[in-house]
């Protein structure tokens, strides 16, 4: 009997080592997202109010304050869903942008966990949680120079109170909703349906915060082709139809309905039309280069993200590529597409499309990491770890983001002898500094009689060459400093008189 308990006790140990196994696996797991989770909501959410507003911000912020109180006149340019959820921020954390950033900063978030829920079925946890951590840390500024807090170029757009990424969320529901419609319609699930109404209703909110997203209709038409499913095709995409027209003409109900929808056609057309002066490379633009939304892009990943983004693309694209695949390149195809076939092309754009990029690298890691592992497995993980370097200073910069430029502008001046008077801006558009200095602030060209000179950055708009000879000529007349990336000539006595192209220095 006795000599039977060794062999007894030495039986069970394969299989008390085998039930550990799924225990440590779940805790690796959930240990791995609460990381990766947490750096997400640090640099989603960390001093999310300080950074100094910028213009777009200030007109949709604006424009929702007024939405919740009645008055529906503002803004209707761009459709109403985001401007609504900013003015019910506001009503909760105040008045200004902390509200509506705050909803932004959750649209981001809510991406990556779409994204890990959306693809943890195809490609497991570690692939899921790989797509999320590549949306979670790491940058999508609004200029290359996000890196460094002075410049005040925000390291994240969803930061920012604007529109996109607003749209951008509910676009990758509807995207990931509308997948999940079609696997269940081809595994025969009669809850399928419920899902075909959620990218419908999903799709509505994003094209009536920003319409840009609106082009999603076509993969999302494409997506039961793939599977062959023409009965999904007909009845669910009618069932995505009516609730996605129905949900909008609700939404739209309030702004004014059809006139509204005509008006925003009208002015985005003939904006179309125009163009918009951006300036790309150092040279100004009415209409922009077709290749400036990758440019941004590039600018305001970093090259390593691109790389990185890059190589898992190219890998989905190679490696046993399926309709998960196909579905995502497209949706990324009629997004980069439109964007680069507009005139107008602003650094914030290239946000819309960055998620489907995301979700194709982690297809491509994943499926590289299983195709002759270890060695494939080791390659793929070397290439992530490049993530590292802006995911890193993506987070540094966040930690140590604060007011800067025009927000602390006013304090300045007053301390290097600034006595009131009119301030002359250089480098800017005047919608970017009106809002702390409307009163006293003109731009260059407008005559007058200046005791400040402030110059920007923007070089869609120099300064002349008389002004620029006026403050080399007269260097002891000026008290001069800079402010972050602004510089500053504050007139000791007398002031800058600008006549037409004349500028002399007056007592």
């Known amino acids: 009997m006795t000599s039977r308990r060794p062999a007894l006790a030495a039986s069970r140990r394969p299989a008390l080592a085998a039930s550990r196994r799924p225990a440590l696996a779940v805790t690796t797991r959930t240990a791995a997202f609460v990381v990766v989770a947490s750096l997400g909501v640090f640099d989603a959410l960390f001093r999310i ?21 009645g008055v529906f006149t503002a803004n209707l340019e761009h459709p109403p869903t985001a401007k609504y959820l900013f003015g019910v921020a506001q009503l909760v954390a105040g008045q200004g942008v902390t509200g509506p950033r705050t909803v932004v900063a959750l649209a981001g978030l809510a991406i990556g966990l779409v994204l890990f829920l959306f693809l943890r079925r195809p490609l497991g946890y570690w692939g899921g949680l790989t797509a999320a951590a590549l949306w979670w840390l790491t940058p999508r500024a609004n200029g290359p120079t996000w890196y460094d807090v002075a410049t005040g170029t925000p390291a994240r757009i969803d930061r920012l109170a604007l529109l996109d990424p607003v749209m951008t969320a509910f676009a990758v529901v509807a995207v990931a909703a509308a997948w999940q419609w079609t ?11 419920w899902w075909a109404a959620l990218a419908g209703a999903a799709l509505a909110l994003s094209a009536t915060s920003k319409v840009s997203t609106a082009v999603l209709v076509l993969p ?9 499913r023409w009965r999904d095709l007909a009845l669910g995409g009618a069932l995505a139809a009516a609730v996605a027209v129905a949900l909008a003409a609700v939404l739209y109900l309030p702004v004014g309905g ?18 918009h002066l951006v300036s790309v490379l150092g040279r100004t633009y009415l209409v922009a280069p077709w290749w400036t939304g990758l440019l941004w892009a590039l600018q305001g990943l970093g090259w390593p993200t691109v790389v990185v983004l890059g190589t898992g693309t190219l890998a989905a694209l190679v490696v046993r590529p399926d309709r998960l695949v196909a579905y995502l390149a497209l949706c990324l195809g009629v997004l980069v597409a439109f964007y680069c076939t507009s005139s107008v092309a602003l ?15 982690a297809v491509g890691f994943t499926r590289l990491a299983r195709l002759r592992p270890p060695w494939t497995a080791v390659v793929a993980a070397l290439v992530l770890a490049v993530a590292v370097v802006p995911g890193g200073q993506l987070t540094t910069a966040v930690a140590e983001v604060r007011p800067t430029g025009y ?11 600034y006595r009131g008077g009119q301030i002359l801006f250089v480098g800017v558009a005047r919608q970017t500094f009106a809002v702390g200095f409307g009163a006293q602030g ?6 007058g009689r200046y005791t400040a000179v402030v110059e920007d950055t923007d070089r869609r708009f120099p300064m002349s060459a008389a002004l620029a000879t006026v403050i080399r000529d007269h260097p002891a007349a000026f ?16 002031a800058v008189e600008v006549h037409g192209s004349t500028v002399v220095l007056t007592p």
């Open 183 to 193: 696997v269940a319609a081809s595994a025969g699930r009669s809850s399928r349906w």
């Open 407 to 417: 927000a602390v502008l006013g304090r300045a001046l007053s301390a290097h002898g």
């Open 347 to 361: 650094p914030h754009y290239y946000y819309a499309w960055v998620p489907f990029l995301v979700a194709l690298a």
């Open 442 to 447: 003109r731009m260059q060209g407008v005559d």
């Open 49 to 69: 109010g300080r950074a100094t507003r910028i213009t777009d911000e200030v007109a949709y912020v604006g424009a929702g304050w007024d939405y919740v109180h």
């Open 479 to 494: 008290s001069a400093f800079r402010v972050d990336h602004l510089r500053v000539w504050v007139a000791r006595t007398g």
């Open 220 to 228: 999302l038409l494409v997506l039961p082709v793939l599977f062959r």
């Open 258 to 275: 059809l006139d509204a929808i005509a008006y925003m056609v009208r002015f985005q057309t003939a904006h179309d039309t125009t163009g």
